[in-house]
């Protein structure tokens, strides 16, 4: 009886450890899963990205699938011009003004989607309809080059991270929404090493009791 009643105790001991480390390893493969670009394609929303030809974004961030890509655009807020011909000739202000000439730089538009290279659009933004699940791309290419190419999704999704986060990874909620912390979950390791402790002493202290009691018979 004391033999089953011991490895009673320790299999309740050892489940409460893996409840535990367990918990404390799911939340931290959570916070590691995955980027924000990735996560809006798959809720089928498409992220939008416009970025100069020094790297500094513009614009980039998830939006709701509505309308075409000119008004994917102007979703994110930014500032749209025209020239004469009515192609788009400055977003958010770069260049500003508008040049009077063309000079080889101007804005290249791309579309995208999980797991497939760049494909410059062959039409204007305003001529097409974009696709949930898809990334609306803008580059401006530097003095003396013809092309330009939009950052990896990686990139995008990095820097989602390092300024504002415009979308949360399903499921996913921060410590303050779960109520679960790392000093929580911490805690939790160490109470239940803690109890383990006590438990093993606790035994220890009735085998040494028990065998006394036998031995003065």
């Not at 011009?81 to 770069?94: A, K, M, T």
């Not at 609306?136 to 013809?146: I, P, V």
């Not at 006590?198 to 009791?209: E, M, P, Y």
């Amino acid at each position: 009886m004391e033999h089953m009643r011991r490895s009673t105790i320790w299999g309740a001991v050892f489940a409460l450890i893996v409840v535990v480390l367990t918990a404390g390893g799911a939340s931290a493969h959570a916070e590691g899963d995955g980027g924000a670009v990735g996560q809006c394609l798959v809720e089928e929303k498409v992220w939008v990205s416009v970025v100069t030809e020094e790297g500094e974004y513009l614009a980039n961030e998830c939006i709701e699938p509505t309308g075409n890509g000119e008004d994917a655009l102007a979703a994110t807020g930014v500032e749209i011009q025209h020239d004469d011909g009515g192609f788009i000739c400055s977003i958010g202000g770069h260049p500003e003004p508008c040049p009077a000439t063309f000079n080889g730089q101007y804005w290249h538009y791309y579309h995208g989607a999980e797991g497939q290279d760049w494909e410059m659009s062959m039409t204007g933004a305003a001529e097409h309809q974009i696709e949930p699940g898809t990334i609306e791309a803008w580059c401006y290419n530097a003095e003396g080059e013809e092309q330009c190419t939009p950052p990896a999704q990686e990139a995008m999704s990095e820097h989602a991270a390092q300024s504002r986060p415009e979308v949360k990874p399903a499921g996913e909620e921060s410590n303050e929404e779960s109520g679960v912390s790392p000093w929580a979950i911490g805690g939790g390791v160490v109470a239940a090493i803690a109890l383990v402790a006590v438990i093993v002493f606790v035994l220890r202290s009735r085998g040494r009791s028990d065998d006394g009691a036998v031995g003065g018979r």
